[in-house]
């Protein structure tokens, strides 16, 4: 059916606000990912989808150069010259870094007004920002009349965080959301960036993302220290063999046999990597066929691998964790995202979906004072657009 007014509320507020309709809207889903966590920068696989939570853009044309950008989660409008995009560490530098590369490759952008709204928790590890980088490039597309290609989008999104936002993220976060593909999950070698989409069986058991509500901002994160903790691992195993060019390629007998070499943090840094690209494989394999247990057995694995070895996990996200698990019906459950807050996913049967979330809900809360969010989803497609 494509996308229809009525589910865009943001066009009314756009009324109101600029005094004019808008010319276009814009769907841009959050990603969760599945399995496969700080795989991307180290070249690895990942498997995540896109989930039925989404940024909402509405937009119009000015004839002018100037952008002016309503945000209904924060309720303010912040208004700047395309020819000045100056970074002020806020949430406008995503919009900003967008619109500097399509400018940078000379793509015909021009001034614009915006209302960007949505049912996507900001901070959770959704991936808030790529939705947004992302949908704003594709409002311009539709708004100034050009098309970029598919993989070329997502390059340039991922630039905008790299250089302009100031995170050095890998690349699966602007994958998932512009290519994913309803009731499917994509399992991406983050080197070659070949891709498969594998369906997910969803009549007997469902995706739960719990959000834990503890805010987690990569900047303000250890996120970059695993990345350079993960990058003295792959120079000390590419001295020992050049063809070592990047953790996916060092075995565990490998990574065991040099253990007293390594400082201790690195090697288990090194070892989370490694045996998480894995357990993606392993994972994906157990879907096809499908053998839903085994998968969910990877999905506990890989949270115990993030707890433990690559340190990335928080008590509340751990509470999570371990209070799902309790729960009849539940085969597995992790951390997801960079992690240090956020939420989790897991994996339960849909005749359980109700007690989990009041069990998890209700202890939670008793333990750590905080509320949790239910997200319960499938995967649906990447982003989409509407002209009028």
Not at 188 to 203: F, G, M, N, T
Not at 322 to 338: D, N, S
Request: aromatic share 8%.
């Amino acid at each position: 059916m494509g996308l229809q007014k009525k589910d865009f509320p943001e066009l009314k507020v756009f009324s109101k606000l600029f005094g004019a309709q808008a010319e276009v809207v814009v769907r841009s889903p959050a990603r969760v990912n599945i399995i496969g966590e700080h795989t991307d920068y180290n070249g690895g696989f990942v498997f995540p989808a896109s989930i039925n939570r989404s940024i909402r853009i509405a937009a119009a044309r000015r004839e002018d150069r100037i952008c002016r950008v309503y945000s209904t989660s924060f309720d303010t409008t912040v208004e700047f010259p395309l020819d000045e995009l100056k970074k002020t560490r806020e949430w406008t530098d995503y919009v900003k870094g967008t619109l500097k590369e399509l400018i940078a490759r000379e793509w015909p952008v021009g001034g614009f007004d915006v209302v960007i709204g949505g049912d996507l928790p900001v901070a959770s590890g959704l991936s808030s920002s790529a939705a947004l980088e992302l949908g704003v490039s594709a409002c311009c597309q539709v708004l100034f009349d050009f098309e970029i290609e598919p993989w070329e989008d997502i390059k340039l999104a991922r630039r905008a965080e790299n250089h302009f936002v100031g995170v050095n993220c890998g690349i699966m976060d602007q994958f998932s959301i512009r290519m994913g593909r309803k009731g499917h999950g994509l399992f991406l070698d983050c080197r070659s960036l070949e891709y498969e989409a594998v369906p997910i069986p969803e009549d007997e058991l469902v995706f739960v993302i719990v959000d834990s509500r503890v805010e987690r901002g990569l900047g303000n994160t250890e996120y970059h220290t695993r990345q350079k903790q993960c990058e003295r691992g792959r120079l000390f195993f590419g001295s020992i063999n050049k063809s070592l060019k990047s953790l996916r390629d060092v075995s565990e007998d490998l990574l065991i046999v040099n253990r007293e070499k390594l400082d201790p943090v690195v090697y288990r840094r090194c070892r989370h990597v490694i045996t998480e690209n894995k357990r993606v494989e392993k994972a994906v394999e157990a879907l096809k066929k499908p053998d839903m247990k085994l998968f969910g057995e990877m999905m506990n694995l890989s949270h115990e691998s993030c707890k433990s070895d690559y340190e990335v996990s928080c008590r509340e996200l751990d509470i999570l964790v371990e209070l799902a698990r309790k729960v009849p019906g539940v085969l597995g459950a992790r951390m997801t995202g960079a992690g240090f807050g956020g939420c989790t996913i897991n994996l339960v049967s849909r005749n359980r979906i109700d007690e989990f979330q009041e069990k998890v809900g209700r202890l939670y809360q008793s333990s750590t004072g905080l509320e949790p969010g239910f997200i319960i989803t499938g995967a649906e497609d990447g982003v989409a657009t509407r002209k009028f």
